[in-house]
């Protein structure tokens, strides 16, 4: 952006030796050559300066996700494996696995994951897969939580001054990164979380003033936004997280009041999913299935 500079030198409006009128040449209060139908010719105004383009945002290559929870709520299936790589029935592929293709077809080529719970099994399945990006593992040696697990991942990120995007290991969706990272670019923020509109898991009644049942739904949307579990990151962001603990309770607060945290609103028709107990992964098998049955673009 072209604008003042204040250390400049100010420009000097003094006539030099060259500037003083030529023969001919007319000066102020002269009367000005008439036109075609006598009106004075009247010089064009200097256009005024084109607004400047706005900076383009970058493309956001590297991201974390983490995977070092328990995932007590998803056994027996998690009594062998890390949540992460819980299989979707019917696909054959793990919940990471539909994650670092989807990162990779929005650009990302370098991912840390964050380990904990059996990440000796995690380390093994990376090995043996052929992965469409640069994978690197992290180990978190007691629970970190959340935000600790952010702040320690991201250390081992290839490119610390640039942007990052951060997921769960449990989430399951698809929609373009791309434009959330414009999103967070536009905004200047220091971070920025997807929010997601889910399902109410529970039928709700709707009924009138007098109290008269109307009608019944079936898992309406809820009402309120909620994290969606996915972020974009501004460099240097890491350093505002805690060692160990949940940035939701710490840092997210501070953004906030400062009005540097914004919050992207998933597109419509995007689907999103956090896999946290069996009955959701029964559920996601079903709305994957429905999906293809009905020719529509895999959702994972």
């Known amino acids: 952006m072209t604008g003042y500079d204040p ?34 010719v009247r010089e064009p105004a200097t256009a005024p300066p084109a607004p400047a383009a706005p900076s383009t945002p970058p ?15 998803l056994r027996p299936y998690t009594d062998d494996r890390p949540k992460p790589l819980v299989e979707i029935p019917g696909t054959g592929t793990p919940i990471v696995g539909h994650q670092l293709a989807w990162l990779a077809a929005e ?6 994951i964050s380990c904990g719970h059996l990440a000796e099994v995690l380390q093994a399945w990376l090995d043996r897969t052929e992965l469409p990006l640069a994978v690197r593992t992290v180990v978190e040696a007691e629970p ?35 434009e959330m990272a414009a999103f967070h670019h536009e905004r ?6 997807a929010l997601a509109r ?6 709700a009644v709707e009924t009138d003033r007098f109290g008269n049942v109307l009608d019944f739904i079936e898992s309406p949307p809820s009402p309120f936004l909620i994290n969606a579990g996915l ?21 997210f607060p501070q953004l906030a009041r400062a009005k540097r945290l914004a919050g992207y609103q998933l597109p419509q028709g995007a689907y999103w999913r956090a896999i946290d107990t069996a009955k959701d992964l029964t559920e996601a098998a079903k709305e994957l299935a429905a999906a293809r049955a009905h020719h529509q673009p895999d959702p994972a």
Do not use: C, M
């Open 107 to 112: 650009g990302v080529t370098d991912v840390v």
């Open 59 to 73: 493309l956001v290559t590297q991201a974390v996700i983490l995977a070092g929870g328990q995932g007590s709520r």
């Open 188 to 193: 200047d923020a220091l971070a920025t979380l």
């Open 144 to 178: 970190l939580g959340r935000g600790g697990g952010l702040k320690y991942a991201s250390k081992a990120l290839p490119r610390p001054a640039e942007p990052w995007y951060a997921t769960n290991g449990d989430i399951w969706t698809r929609f373009s990164l791309r």
């Open 231 to 251: 972020y974009v990151f501004a460099a240097g962001f890491a350093e505002l997280l805690p060692d160990v603990g949940d940035h939701e309770r710490t840092t």
């Open 198 to 203: 889910p399902r109410i898991p529970w039928g």
């Open 7 to 40: 250390a400049a030198p100010p420009a000097s409006h003094a006539p030099g030796p060259s500037s003083a009128p030529g023969p001919g040449a007319s000066r102020p209060g002269d009367p000005q050559p008439a036109g075609p139908g006598g009106d004075p």
